[in-house]
């Protein structure tokens, strides 16, 4: 499964990031924030990029797992709607 997923990550990152960024593809496993707020503090990251929905009338809030982020993280977060 993880390899699939790198293979897809690859393939995301090649279409869509220019070639001249640095970029390191890292799939974790376990509490979403929980994962992504440990690797950030591992490899020492300087932004975390995470996508929210685009809000509705309802929705002006961010999902559980990115307000997480967002609030505990110690680099800066791009809060990036979908």
């Given amino acids: 499964m993880v390899k699939k997923i790198l293979q897809k990550l690859h393939e995301f990152v090649d279409a869509n990031v220019p070639a001249e960024m640095k970029v390191q593809h890292i799939v974790g496993e376990g509490n979403v924030y929980e994962v992504i707020l440990l690797i950030t503090d591992k490899i020492n990251a300087d932004v975390i990029v995470v996508a929210a929905h685009r809000p509705e009338l309802k929705d002006y809030l961010l999902g559980p797992n990115a307000a ?5 993280a110690k ?3 791009m809060v990036v709607r979908e």
Avoid: A, G, I, L
């Fill in 75 to 77: 680099c800066s977060v």
């Fill in 68 to 72: 997480r982020v967002v609030r505990h």
